[in-house]
């Protein structure tokens, strides 16, 4: 088993920088996933791993070796594509077999191994079909046995799902951590679903424009993002912007077009700067006579309801009216529904409110 | 030809009297066809050196044409429709005054009929009863469908009349007329006798085999088993299309290759255009430019003189060096362009995902990518290797005085050999084993016919 470490490295295509001076270490035996719109350079660190690119700059450790100069072929990884890549004129048996077959194993050899692996990926006796002949899971199976055939210390996963339907998707997630923990080794994960990322990662990167905005499992990343990107990225996320006007090491108060609202500091904001307070719309609730603390409170008007079953989604209105506040409300059976236009006080825990330096937000 | 009358009896006319016409051209009432007008024949007195046809009859057993210079003398008489076409060949007809080899070509006159009525021989219904019998089971089959598909009328709504009419006539007319009927005639042809216009439909025009026999034993009484001159070149002929047909991909793929995979926007255009351009000089004067670049003291023998390698030319000419680049060159973007759009279909992932499996170069070309372009592999091979079997402009130029193409006998036989059955013979004998032979080379690298169509 060995570590994946990308030690400050930069890809540049011509003026275009797709990554930017990224420092990591991938525990071996981790499910790592890149998790970042498409476009914010995490194919590029993944080409990177693999030896399809080079870093311009810094350079890619796997099993504290150095990789600059060494070809795809000659690193213990393997990759899955995104469109998967299978060898259409070949059985289900010689997909999967074909590493072995470039490093000339013998066929009985060949075929004992791809037996195997069709056991592991629960597609027992299916070596002679043909690749057109099976599902589209299936097919993500047989990658996934064809990548873990050469037995790679790494495997490289490039959004190996997104051609899936949902419920497909979804059973994938379950399998595709089941088989990781089964085989050991490392998995990095590209993928722009920030529900994959959370469902199987041991730990998540999440980028933007080619920097790495914030590693951590997943419910850090949900709970304590650590810039203004990350918490309206992943998960849904109220954004207040305005000036902080008290900070102390532990709460800023933010002064917003709301009021003066309060959330955890983590990031060291201190007053006059310009900030973001983030609220989840689970943190939002329908104020009570019980709820005192006016910097967690505030009003606001109520534009449409959407019942979603074990959820009542209130929109609530913002300075931007093409994106309203959300709130999403437990539906405990007698839920009261409002009418749009009336004016409702918000109540939220602050400690559950986060303060962030302000900065970009994800587009939706 | 003038209106008013039925065009069959046209060409029954005219097919009864083309065959024992001596001069390849068409019997056409003008005056121009009394010279010889074909491109070669044109071309061929005045090129010094070797490789000429007329440099090579000499050397040929069995060509006892006479003089090459058949004078047909149009006397179109004026006023009167009647043409009369006076064969005028010693050697063929030595003992009758020259009046009964007036031949009457009818142009308007319905009133009278043509002078030679070949009619239905016994192969043409031989085949027609064979052709029923072998697509009676298929037409039976098909009936059915074909009663559901009469709303094959539904075509000729969608697309109007007219546009309709046009499809037709250029699929059906396209291979009726200008491919399944001039083969057939010249089938039939290959059968019979090299007749004088005036035996034609006579006791003496019957079936025979001996122009197959020809090819194959040579001429009666000669003291070779074999024609093995004929056949020597039929065999060389084969050989060496393989090779330039094997040397043309060699050269193609990895340039298609290249630019199917790595070449991308405003290069790739240019790289077409690099590869069209030079085909818009004509191929003769391709031919002789290679000549020119091959000869003696041609630019390669400059060249090869000038950096040392050669002290004294060499004679690339005699030894088909230039004949191997000319014909290699001739037909390259037939070769480039089925590998480069089936090369172009390929997933690029494919290729890295082997590479990224360890693969070395040459397991990804012979594994991935060229199992993935057989089709257009097939498909230019096919056509390359055909057109080289048949190219006649190239050996004709460029080909070395030992060299002599199976096209140049078959041009020999209708031009200076004046036998047109003969002729048909050797060219369906060449067309025969070269269909033969693809479809082999297909089995055995498991293509079909339908994989080469969709390229």
New interface residues.
Partial sequence: MSSVELDQVTIRFGDFVAVDNCNLTIESGEFFSFLGPSGCGKTTILRAI???NEPTDGSVHIGSKDMRGI????RP???I???L?L?P?MSVADNIA??L???GIKYNERRRRAEELLDLIALPGQGDKMVSELSGGQMQRVAIA?AL??EPEVLLLDEPLSALDLKLRQHMRTELRSIQQRVGITFIYITHDQGEALTMSDRIAVMSAGIVQQVGNGSEIYNNPATSFVASFVGENNAFPGKVSKADSEFAVIDTSFGSLRGVNNRGLSEGDDAFLFIRPEVLYPATSDDTDEDALFESEVMKEEFEGSFLHVFLRSENPDKPYKMAIVNNANVQRRSTGEMVKIAFDPRRAVALPYGELADE | MSDGLPSSHIILAQSGIMPSLPTPSEPKPTPETAAPSSPFSGITPSLPGSGTPSSITPSLPGFSAPSTSPSSSPNASSGTSNLNITITNPDKLPDLPPGQHELKLVIQDGSQQPPADTGLGFIEIFIAVVAALLIAPFVQRQAGKWSANLNAFQFVQRNGIAISAYLLFFTVGWIVFMIVLPQLYMFDFSFRHNLNPSEIGGPADTYTLKNYIYLIFGREGDSDLLNWLHLAVFTKTIIASVIVTIINFALCYPLAYFMAQSVRGSNQRLLFLCLLLPFWVNEILRAFAFKLIFADLGLMNSFLIGIGILDQPYDFLSANVALYTGLTYAYILLMIFPLYNAIESLDPNQVEAARDMGASWIKIHTRIVMPHAKPGIASGCTMVFMLTAGALAAPNILGGPSSLWFTQIIYQWYNTGGNWPQGSAYAFVLLISCIIFVRIMMRVFNVGLGDIAKR
């Fill in positions: 693999s030896g399809f070809g795809p072929n000659n990884t393997a990759l594509f995104q469109n890549a060898f004129l074909f590493a077959e470039v490093r064809r055939a050469v």
